[in-house]
């Protein structure tokens, strides 16, 4: 098993994946933000679904969900359906329009890292490609289990007795 040093220079590369995330976020169409960018995705790779269900899968407030959910929906990207099993809820699905969107995205993406690592053998992209995955899965299913992190211990403090002599009469 990997040593304490290992762990904190693995937390440390994983903060600076902002950075990776961000140049992604860089080359999003303006009318297509992060988080419709994730709306399609998941539209994409999971198919229809409720719109609890994305919530969940996109680890956000029901209120986020629906503010993306509009925007993508305002754009005609996705369709909201009756849900036959409960006519209260809708079901979330991808237009042709949508599908578009989500295929341009697609190729920016990997212009992108095609760019970025243009010097990278293609073991070494699917190294990484099977180390991220194996990640993931150590994590499971984060949105839903709590890990419980242990507190630092306290310091250990010795405790000394004092005593006290008295000078012997005479």
Same mark, same amino acid.
């Not at 996705?78 to 599908?99: C, N």
């Given at each position: 098993?990997?040593?304490?040093?290992?762990?904190?220079?693995?937390?440390?590369?994983?903060?600076?994946?902002?950075?990776?995330?961000?140049?992604?976020?860089?080359?999003?169409?303006?009318?297509?933000?992060?988080?419709?960018?994730?709306? !399609?995705?998941?539209?994409?790779?999971?198919?229809?679904?409720?719109?609890?269900?994305?919530?969940?899968?996109?680890?956000?407030?029901?209120?986020?969900?629906?503010?993306?959910?509009?925007?993508?929906?305002?754009?005609?990207?996705?369709?909201? !359906? =009756?849900? =036959?099993?409960?006519?209260?809820?809708?079901?979330?699905?991808?237009?042709?329009?949508?599908?578009?969107?989500?295929?341009?995205?697609?190729?920016?993406?990997?212009?992108?890292?095609?760019?970025? !690592?243009?010097?990278?053998?293609?073991?070494?992209?699917?190294?990484?490609?099977?180390?991220?995955?194996? !990640?993931?899965?150590?994590?499971?299913?984060?949105?839903?289990?709590?890990?419980?992190?242990?507190?630092?211990?306290?310091?250990?403090?010795?405790?000394?007795?004092?005593?006290?002599?008295?000078?012997?009469?005479?």
């Amino acid at each position: 098993m990997a040593g304490q040093a290992q762990f904190e220079e693995l937390a440390r590369q994983l903060s600076a994946i902002g950075a990776v995330k961000r140049d992604m976020g860089r080359i999003l169409p303006s009318d297509c933000p992060a988080g419709s960018a994730a709306v !399609l995705t998941l539209l994409g790779r999971h198919g229809d679904m409720r719109m609890s269900k994305l919530a969940e899968l996109l680890a956000v407030d029901m209120s986020v969900t629906s503010r993306h959910v509009a925007h993508v929906a305002a754009r005609g990207w996705i369709e909201r !359906l =009756p849900d =036959p099993a409960d006519k209260r809820s809708r079901i979330l699905r991808l237009t042709p329009v949508g599908v578009d969107r989500l295929d341009d995205l697609y190729r920016r993406t990997t212009h992108l890292f095609a760019e970025r !690592l243009s010097d990278w053998t293609d073991d070494e992209v699917g190294q990484l490609i099977r180390l991220m995955t194996r !990640l993931r899965d150590s994590f499971g299913d984060c949105r839903t289990s709590a890990v419980r992190i242990p507190e630092p211990a306290a310091p250990v403090v010795e405790e000394t007795t004092l005593t006290t002599r008295t000078p012997a009469s005479t």
